[in-house]
């Protein structure tokens, strides 16, 4: 499993897969994705909890209710619950699945707070990004000792909306909007992400990879819908956990 380090601060371990390991259970093989999500686990030190993701603004804090991890054979999707952010305190490993909306990770190193977050265009709408750093904030960390990564995600030059659309999500997140390569309106959500990082007090904040739609080292929806050669279906994740 491809695995991409990002620098969140000591004792950080926090990184994105590739389109080498698909992690979705309900795009693919059920059971190769859980064997990939096995190898994840040991990959990053423990278990990492992931949450049915819905294009909301909701955030749970791992370890979930009820003790559903999220990775285990015998946990339904549907018995999942449903959010697009999860927090985490020392020693838990919390990821997001993605093929072109923006994945999030944050950490506190010296809290031992961290958070991954699941940004698609609804979610970024709603507020899950400053709703993440809130969560970590009430759990003791401070928005400026926040690292932020921000992942591999279809860009501004790929993303193309209608106008009208563009322009809804423009007057909810100034940043977004954008033209593609071909001159058609467009939408720009990691740049979207990082202003809503900066507003919410978060001043280190990295970008990660490319576009999902151009590099192929990344699982992307459109480019799999498409039929674009050698671009299957899938998800990658991001994922975080203070040792």
């Known amino acids: 499993m491809r695995w ?10 926090a990184g994105f897969t590739g389109a080498d390991a698909n992690l979705s259970v309900v795009v693919g093989d059920r059971d190769l994705a859980l064997g990939h999500r096995r ?3 040991d990959l990053v030190g423990g278990p990492v909890t992931f949450v049915r993701q819905v294009h909301g603004a909701t955030v749970l804090e791992a370890p979930l209710p009820g003790g559903v991890p999220g ?4 946990v339904p999707y549907d018995g999942v619950p449903a959010a697009d952010a999860l927090v985490a305190r020392r020693g838990a490993a919390v990821g997001v699945l993605v093929a072109d909306c923006v994945p999030v990770l944050l950490a506190d190193a010296r809290a031992g707070v961290v958070a991954a977050v ?13 709703a993440a750093v809130a969560a970590m904030v009430a759990r003791g960390a401070e928005a400026g000792g926040v690292r932020a990564a921000v992942g591999p995600a279809v860009c501004g030059r790929c993303y193309e909306v209608p106008p009208a659309l563009r322009d809804d999500v423009a007057a909810a997140v100034p940043a977004t909007p954008s033209t593609t390569s071909w001159g058609t309106p467009a939408l720009d959500l990691p740049a979207g992400v990082r202003a809503q990082l900066r507003a919410a007090g978060v001043a280190d904040v990295r970008a990660v990879g490319g576009c999902t739609l151009e590099d192929a080292r990344w699982f992307s929806h459109r480019a799999a819908s498409a039929g674009l050669p050698g671009r299957a279906a899938g998800r990658f994740a991001g994922v975080v ?3």
């Open 4 to 13: 991409y380090d990002v620098d969140l601060g000591p004792g950080v371990r």
């Open 39 to 41: 190898a994840l686990a």
């Open 71 to 74: 990775t285990a054979d015998d």
């Open 118 to 130: 699941h940004a698609g265009r609804c979610g970024l709408v709603d507020g899950v990004v400053p």
């Open 241 to 243: 956990r203070i040792a």
